[in-house]
Nanobody, 119 residues
Framework: DVQLQASGGGFVESGGSLRLSCAAS????????MIWVRQFSGKGFERVLA????????TYADSVAGRFTCSRDNAKNTLYLDMNKLRPEDTAVYYC????????????WGQGTLVTVSS
């Protein structure tokens, strides 16, 4: 079974930093682009960052430009999200997602990790 285990969330003060990790199993990690998606309380989802299969290219939402970076270690089957200069509006549940390029779908979701940024 595909599993995506996100970790690293927590409480941080505004301006602080966090690193999220996502451990993947049950599929060939290096064969898939990966995405970080966040869900705000009571609201919809926002695609935060996407990274290609090799890790050589990323795309990101304007809201996190210059503050968040995404990387992956295909040898360790792990996805990372480095978040800097955090703002209260970054408070959300963060999910790592396996992207299926054949069908252009968000094929598999992890359980999410909550990030809370105080003002």
């Amino acid at each position: 079974d595909v599993q995506l285990q996100a970790s690293g969330g927590g409480f941080v003060e505004s301006g602080g930093s966090l690193r999220l990790s996502c451990a993947a199993s049950g599929f060939t990690f290096s064969d898939y682009p990966m995405i970080w998606v966040r869900q705000f309380s009571g609201k919809g989802f926002e695609r935060v960052l996407a990274i290609n299969k090799s890790g050589s290219g990323t795309t990101y939402a304007d809201s996190v430009a210059g503050r968040f970076t995404c990387s992956r270690d295909n040898a360790k089957n792990t996805l990372y999200l480095d978040m800097n200069k955090l703002r209260p509006e970054d408070t959300a549940v963060y999910y790592c997602v396996r992207y299926e390029p054949l069908f252009k779908t968000y094929a598999s979701w992890g359980q999410g990790t909550l990030v809370t940024v105080s003002s």
